[in-house]
Nanobody, 126 residues
Framework: QVQLVGSGGGLVQAGGSLRLSCAASGLTASSYTMGWFRQTPGKEREFVAAISGIDSSTYYEDSVKGRFTISRDNAKNTVYLQMNSLQPGDTAVYYC???????????????????WGQGTQVTVSS
């Protein structure tokens, strides 16, 4: 049984930092492409970052480039999202997802991810 458990969210002031964690069980995270998405009420889940299960290439949404970093600890079977210089616009529920690493469709689309964590709330105050 696959489980992704997201954690690390919270309330932070603008300019602050948070590190989100996604602990995987039932699958080997290094063999999957792992992604982080975020969602606000009434909007679709949007791509934030992903790390390839083939060569660890990383992908970022334009607004988070240079501020967020996705990484993976294979020994802990955990994927992280380090978020720096947080802005109120980053406020959302953040979800981690996993998809087959050899899929050829877009890593940026939430529809291509098979497994999802439960979400962790990030709130950035101005």
């Amino acid at each position: 049984q696959v489980q992704l458990v997201g954690s690390g969210g919270g309330l932070v002031q603008a300019g602050g930092s948070l590190r989100l964690s996604c602990a995987a069980s039932g699958l080997t995270a290094s063999s999957y492409t792992m992604g982080w998405f975020r969602q606000t009420p009434g909007k679709e889940r949007e791509f934030v970052a992903a790390i390839s299960g083939i060569d660890s290439s990383t992908y970022y949404e334009d607004s988070v480039k240079g501020r967020f970093t996705i990484s993976r600890d294979n020994a802990k079977n955990t994927v992280y999202l380090q978020m720096n210089s947080l802005q109120p616009g980053d406020t959302a529920v953040y979800y981690c997802g996993a998809r087959g690493r050899y899929r050829s469709d877009s890593v940026y689309s939430a529809r291509t991810y098979t497994y999802w964590g439960q979400g962790t709330q990030v709130t950035v105050s101005s």
